[in-house]
Antibody, heavy 118, light 112 residues
Framework: QVQLQESGPGLVKPSQTLSLTCTVS??????????WSWIRQHPGKGLEWIGY?????FYNPSLKSRVSISVDKSKNQFSLKLTSVTAADTAVYYC????????????WGQGTLVTVSS | QSALPQPASVSGSPGQSITISCTGT?????????VSWYQHHPGKAPKLMIY???NRPSGVSNRFSGSKSGNTASLTISGLQTEDEGDYYC????????????FGGGTKLTVL
């Protein structure tokens, strides 16, 4: 069973870049089974799909100009970068695996709260 | 990318059955058998309960079942237990909007 753990700053200033890393254990990020995903939940709101990466990245159109996801095979990690953040980006961010890329999200990290504030 | 509509809340008593709906279009729920359901307890990671409309991952109770009719998918929980209380989300593959995955707005289940 793949296990995932998010890491990164819990506080980011407005206009700066939010950067989070997901460390994968119990499996290889080079496995062809998974689309490596990021999902967030605004306080008191529902889940929002941010994007995933397989050979290339696929992103939520509402975030597309600000978001990128990358993979570091040497560290068995994948990362999220979200630029020009505002208070509206305050959320719990989850890394996850989507088996096959068809919305079968079968492994989740515990989530990490990122607050955007000066 | 708009969330798939779900009822905001449902409730039931222990032992009863409830059904949560997830309404889409022919570009998502209705067009593909790629609907999943998740259980989410606050402060914890969401858990996959159903995938590809009606398949249960290993370890998920057979009290949870999924179905689809037209553009609407449904999650049914039978024999409600207090530990079933929480938030439930659907998700679907979608060919619209430029993003392949869309979540539902979420439904809060209360077990009375």
């Amino acid at each position: 069973q793949v296990q995932l753990q998010e890491s990164g700053p819990g506080l980011v200033k407005p206009s700066q870049t939010l950067s989070l890393t997901c460390t994968v254990s119990g499996g290889s990020i080079s496995s062809g089974d998974y689309y490596w995903s990021w999902i967030r939940q605004h306080p008191g709101k529902g889940l929002e799909w941010i994007g995933y990466i397989y050979f290339s990245g696929f992103y939520n159109p509402s975030l597309k100009s600000r978001v990128s996801i990358s993979v570091d095979k040497s560290k068995n990690q994948f990362s999220l970068k979200l630029t020009s953040v505002t208070a509206a980006d305050t959320a719990v961010y989850y890394c996850a695996t989507d088996y096959g890329g068809y919305s079968r999200v079968d492994n989740w990290g515990q989530g990490t709260l990122v607050t955007v504030s000066s | 990318q708009s969330a798939l509509p779900q009822p905001a809340s449902v409730s039931g008593s222990p032992g009863q059955s409830i059904t949560i709906s997830c309404t889409g279009t022919s570009s998502d729920v209705g067009g593909y058998n790629y609907v999943s359901w998740y259980q989410h307890h606050p402060g914890k990671a969401p858990k996959l309960m159903i995938y590809e409309v009606n398949n249960r991952p290993s370890g998920v109770s057979n009290r949870f079942s999924g179905s689809k009719s037209g553009n609407t998918a449904s999650l049914t929980i039978s024999g409600l237990q207090t530990e079933d209380e929480g938030d439930y989300y659907c998700s679907s593959y979608t060919s619209s909007s430029g993003a392949p995955v869309v979540f539902g707005g979420g439904t809060k289940l209360t077990v009375l």
